[in-house]
Protein backbone atom coordinates (compact mmCIF):
# COMPACT_ATOMS: atom_id res chain seq x y z
CA UNK A 1 0.00 0.00 0.00
CA UNK A 2 3.01 2.07 0.89
CA UNK A 3 4.62 1.24 -2.21
CA UNK A 4 1.23 2.38 -4.44
CA UNK A 5 0.80 5.82 -2.52
CA UNK A 6 4.52 6.74 -3.60
CA UNK A 7 3.86 6.05 -6.75
CA UNK A 8 0.87 8.37 -6.92
CA UNK A 9 2.89 11.01 -4.84
CA UNK A 10 5.67 10.46 -7.91
CA UNK A 11 3.26 10.52 -10.58
CA UNK A 12 1.39 13.82 -9.04
CA UNK A 13 4.63 15.78 -8.60
CA UNK A 14 5.30 14.88 -12.58
CA UNK A 15 1.65 16.18 -13.36
CA UNK A 16 2.50 19.47 -10.85
CA UNK A 17 5.67 20.28 -12.53
CA UNK A 18 4.67 20.11 -15.76
CA UNK A 19 1.39 20.73 -16.38
CA UNK A 20 -1.23 23.47 -14.76
CA UNK A 21 -3.85 20.26 -13.80
CA UNK A 22 -4.51 20.78 -10.20
CA UNK A 23 -3.60 17.67 -8.19
CA UNK A 24 -6.78 17.12 -5.16
CA UNK A 25 -4.43 16.23 -2.78
CA UNK A 26 -1.58 18.10 -1.19
CA UNK A 27 1.88 16.89 -2.91
CA UNK A 28 4.86 16.83 -0.54
CA UNK A 29 8.30 17.77 -2.23
CA UNK A 30 11.75 16.92 -2.03
CA UNK A 31 14.32 16.87 -4.86
CA UNK A 32 14.55 12.75 -4.23
CA UNK A 33 10.86 13.18 -5.09
CA UNK A 34 11.34 15.00 -7.97
CA UNK A 35 14.29 12.54 -8.74
CA UNK A 36 11.71 9.74 -8.64
CA UNK A 37 9.00 11.26 -10.64
CA UNK A 38 10.85 11.40 -13.72
CA UNK A 39 9.81 7.66 -15.06
CA UNK A 40 6.24 9.54 -15.46
CA UNK A 41 7.71 12.79 -17.39
CA UNK A 42 6.62 10.78 -20.09
CA UNK A 43 3.14 9.63 -18.97
CA UNK A 44 2.70 13.27 -18.90
CA UNK A 45 3.02 14.07 -22.44
CA UNK A 46 0.96 11.39 -23.17
CA UNK A 47 -1.81 12.82 -21.54
CA UNK A 48 -1.12 15.97 -23.18
CA UNK A 49 -1.02 14.78 -25.82
CA UNK A 50 -4.37 13.61 -25.43
CA UNK A 51 -5.41 16.46 -25.13
CA UNK A 52 -4.07 18.17 -27.66
CA UNK A 53 -5.41 15.62 -30.31
CA UNK A 54 -9.22 16.08 -29.01
CA UNK A 55 -8.68 19.82 -29.14
CA UNK A 56 -7.70 19.39 -32.70
CA UNK A 57 -10.31 16.81 -33.88
CA UNK A 58 -12.69 18.85 -32.28
CA UNK A 59 -11.86 22.53 -33.32
CA UNK A 60 -11.63 20.78 -37.10
CA UNK A 61 -15.28 19.94 -37.21
CA UNK A 62 -16.80 23.08 -35.39
CA UNK A 63 -14.14 25.91 -37.66
CA UNK A 64 -11.41 24.75 -40.45
CA UNK A 65 -7.79 22.83 -40.05
CA UNK A 66 -6.06 26.23 -39.28
CA UNK A 67 -7.90 27.09 -36.92
CA UNK A 68 -8.04 23.76 -35.02
CA UNK A 69 -4.21 23.45 -35.09
CA UNK A 70 -3.87 27.00 -33.79
CA UNK A 71 -6.29 26.21 -31.07
CA UNK A 72 -4.50 23.34 -30.47
CA UNK A 73 -0.87 25.32 -29.70
CA UNK A 74 -3.04 27.20 -27.00
CA UNK A 75 -4.50 24.45 -25.01
CA UNK A 76 -0.74 22.91 -25.40
CA UNK A 77 0.45 26.26 -24.19
CA UNK A 78 -2.40 27.05 -21.30
CA UNK A 79 -2.16 23.15 -20.26
CA UNK A 80 1.40 23.40 -19.22
CA UNK A 81 2.15 27.24 -18.70
CA UNK A 82 4.35 27.02 -21.43
CA UNK A 83 7.13 25.04 -19.46
CA UNK A 84 8.70 23.79 -21.97
CA UNK A 85 8.72 26.70 -24.47
CA UNK A 86 10.13 29.10 -21.52
CA UNK A 87 13.53 26.68 -21.91
CA UNK A 88 13.10 26.89 -25.67
CA UNK A 89 13.38 30.58 -25.62
CA UNK A 90 15.76 30.86 -22.76
CA UNK A 91 18.30 28.57 -24.55
CA UNK A 92 17.86 30.84 -27.56
CA UNK A 93 19.07 33.98 -25.97
CA UNK A 94 21.55 32.36 -23.71
CA UNK A 95 23.50 30.22 -26.68
CA UNK A 96 22.99 33.17 -29.40
CA UNK A 97 23.87 36.07 -26.83
CA UNK A 98 26.23 34.62 -24.65
CA UNK A 99 29.89 33.64 -25.12
CA UNK A 100 31.82 31.24 -22.34
CA UNK A 101 30.05 29.50 -19.61
CA UNK A 102 29.49 31.69 -17.34
CA UNK A 103 27.93 34.24 -19.78
CA UNK A 104 25.42 31.80 -21.18
CA UNK A 105 24.45 30.48 -17.84
CA UNK A 106 23.59 34.15 -16.69
CA UNK A 107 21.81 35.26 -19.46
CA UNK A 108 20.01 31.62 -18.96
CA UNK A 109 18.50 32.32 -15.65
CA UNK A 110 17.25 36.38 -17.03
CA UNK A 111 13.06 36.11 -17.28
CA UNK A 112 13.58 38.53 -20.35
CA UNK A 113 13.29 37.25 -23.82
CA UNK A 114 15.92 38.67 -26.25
CA UNK A 115 15.76 38.79 -29.81
CA UNK A 116 17.30 35.43 -30.22
CA UNK A 117 14.75 34.12 -27.92
CA UNK A 118 11.53 35.63 -30.21
CA UNK A 119 12.84 34.73 -33.54
CA UNK A 120 13.41 31.48 -32.47
CA UNK A 121 9.93 30.82 -30.41
CA UNK A 122 8.16 32.67 -33.83
CA UNK A 123 9.73 30.18 -35.84
CA UNK A 124 9.05 26.50 -33.80
CA UNK A 125 5.53 27.34 -33.62
CA UNK A 126 5.86 28.36 -37.32
CA UNK A 127 7.37 24.87 -37.69
CA UNK A 128 4.75 23.55 -35.61
CA UNK A 129 1.56 25.01 -37.17
CA UNK A 130 2.49 24.08 -40.96
CA UNK A 131 4.14 20.20 -40.00
CA UNK A 132 0.90 19.72 -38.65
CA UNK A 133 -0.90 21.13 -41.27
CA UNK A 134 1.04 18.50 -43.74
CA UNK A 135 0.24 15.85 -41.65
CA UNK A 136 -3.31 16.39 -41.61
CA UNK A 137 -3.79 17.37 -45.07
CA UNK A 138 -2.67 13.68 -45.83
CA UNK A 139 -4.25 11.59 -43.14
CA UNK A 140 -6.25 13.72 -40.45
CA UNK A 141 -7.14 10.97 -37.99
CA UNK A 142 -3.81 9.59 -38.10
CA UNK A 143 -2.51 12.96 -37.36
CA UNK A 144 -4.41 12.57 -34.15
CA UNK A 145 -1.93 9.59 -33.33
CA UNK A 146 0.92 11.46 -34.44
CA UNK A 147 0.47 14.66 -32.21
CA UNK A 148 -0.21 12.24 -28.95
CA UNK A 149 2.87 10.12 -30.10
CA UNK A 150 5.18 12.97 -30.51
CA UNK A 151 4.37 14.62 -26.88
CA UNK A 152 5.20 11.35 -25.15
CA UNK A 153 8.55 10.40 -27.09
CA UNK A 154 9.53 14.01 -27.32
CA UNK A 155 9.32 13.98 -23.40
CA UNK A 156 10.94 10.67 -23.20
CA UNK A 157 14.02 12.04 -25.29
CA UNK A 158 14.37 14.73 -23.72
CA UNK A 159 14.02 12.45 -19.98
CA UNK A 160 17.17 10.42 -20.91
CA UNK A 161 19.37 13.56 -21.13
CA UNK A 162 19.83 12.86 -17.44
CA UNK A 163 20.78 9.22 -18.32
CA UNK A 164 23.49 10.42 -20.87
CA UNK A 165 24.40 13.73 -19.66
CA UNK A 166 25.69 15.86 -16.57
CA UNK A 167 23.85 18.30 -15.04
CA UNK A 168 25.48 21.63 -14.75
CA UNK A 169 24.56 23.83 -11.78
CA UNK A 170 23.87 27.20 -11.94
CA UNK A 171 25.72 29.61 -10.80
CA UNK A 172 23.75 31.65 -8.78
CA UNK A 173 22.24 28.01 -7.17
CA UNK A 174 19.70 30.08 -5.14
CA UNK A 175 18.03 30.80 -8.22
CA UNK A 176 17.78 27.46 -9.57
CA UNK A 177 14.70 25.69 -10.48
CA UNK A 178 13.32 22.38 -9.15
CA UNK A 179 14.67 19.59 -11.23
CA UNK A 180 14.95 15.66 -11.64
CA UNK A 181 18.96 15.08 -12.32
CA UNK A 182 19.96 12.34 -11.46
CA UNK A 183 19.31 8.95 -13.01
CA UNK A 184 17.52 6.07 -11.73
CA UNK A 185 17.52 2.60 -12.54
CA UNK A 186 16.90 0.84 -16.14
CA UNK A 187 13.23 -0.22 -14.27
CA UNK A 188 12.47 3.69 -14.13
CA UNK A 189 13.55 4.43 -18.10
CA UNK A 190 11.99 1.08 -19.03
CA UNK A 191 8.45 2.41 -17.37
CA UNK A 192 9.04 5.80 -19.19
CA UNK A 193 9.19 4.20 -22.06
CA UNK A 194 6.38 2.39 -22.09
CA UNK A 195 4.39 5.38 -22.59
CA UNK A 196 5.76 5.74 -26.05
CA UNK A 197 4.55 2.30 -26.63
CA UNK A 198 1.07 2.70 -25.30
CA UNK A 199 1.26 6.02 -27.97
CA UNK A 200 2.31 3.91 -30.74
CA UNK A 201 -0.42 1.32 -30.07
CA UNK A 202 -2.82 4.05 -31.25
CA UNK A 203 -0.93 4.47 -34.67
CA UNK A 204 0.74 1.10 -35.07
CA UNK A 205 2.74 2.34 -38.15
CA UNK A 206 6.40 0.86 -38.21
CA UNK A 207 7.44 3.47 -40.33
CA UNK A 208 7.19 6.44 -37.79
CA UNK A 209 10.25 4.68 -36.10
CA UNK A 210 12.49 6.66 -38.41
CA UNK A 211 10.68 10.00 -36.82
CA UNK A 212 11.54 8.68 -33.12
CA UNK A 213 15.17 8.07 -34.78
CA UNK A 214 15.26 11.31 -36.23
CA UNK A 215 13.97 12.72 -33.36
CA UNK A 216 16.22 11.26 -30.85
CA UNK A 217 19.22 12.13 -33.35
CA UNK A 218 18.17 16.11 -32.75
CA UNK A 219 18.62 14.83 -28.70
CA UNK A 220 21.78 13.90 -29.46
CA UNK A 221 23.20 17.07 -31.42
CA UNK A 222 21.66 19.24 -29.31
CA UNK A 223 23.26 17.21 -26.24
CA UNK A 224 26.60 17.57 -28.04
CA UNK A 225 26.39 20.91 -28.23
CA UNK A 226 25.40 21.84 -24.94
CA UNK A 227 28.46 19.77 -23.84
CA UNK A 228 31.02 21.51 -25.09
CA UNK A 229 29.65 24.96 -23.95
CA UNK A 230 28.66 24.35 -20.85
CA UNK A 231 29.66 21.04 -19.82
CA UNK A 232 26.05 19.42 -20.03
CA UNK A 233 23.06 20.43 -19.72
CA UNK A 234 20.14 22.54 -17.59
CA UNK A 235 16.49 22.35 -16.85
CA UNK A 236 15.96 25.11 -19.68
CA UNK A 237 18.33 22.58 -22.18
CA UNK A 238 15.84 19.81 -21.21
CA UNK A 239 12.90 22.08 -22.50
CA UNK A 240 14.76 23.01 -25.83
CA UNK A 241 15.17 19.21 -26.36
CA UNK A 242 11.63 18.34 -25.77
CA UNK A 243 10.81 21.21 -28.30
CA UNK A 244 12.93 20.29 -31.21
CA UNK A 245 12.14 16.24 -30.57
CA UNK A 246 8.31 16.75 -31.23
CA UNK A 247 9.05 19.19 -33.83
CA UNK A 248 11.32 16.70 -35.44
CA UNK A 249 9.29 13.93 -34.93
CA UNK A 250 6.65 15.73 -36.91
CA UNK A 251 8.75 16.17 -39.81
CA UNK A 252 10.09 12.82 -39.98
CA UNK A 253 6.13 11.75 -40.18
CA UNK A 254 6.29 13.93 -43.23
CA UNK A 255 9.49 12.16 -44.68
CA UNK A 256 7.72 8.62 -44.35
CA UNK A 257 4.31 9.28 -45.48
CA UNK A 258 5.20 11.16 -48.55
CA UNK A 259 8.20 8.83 -49.54
CA UNK A 260 8.37 5.80 -48.21
Not at 73 to 102: N, P, R
Amino acid sequence: MKAIKNELVYFATALMFFTRIPVPFKVPYSSEIMNRSQKYFAWIGLLVGLVNAGVLYISYHLFNLDIAIILMMISSVLLTGAFHEDGFTDVCDSFGGGYGKEKILTIMKDSRVGAYGAVGIILLFALKFFSIQALANINLLNTLGVVILAHAASRFISGTMIYTHQYVTDIDVSKSKPLANKPLDKTALFISFISVAVSFLLIPDWRLIFAFVLAYSGKICMGWYFKKHIGGYTGDCLGSVQQVSEVLFYLGTIIVWKFI
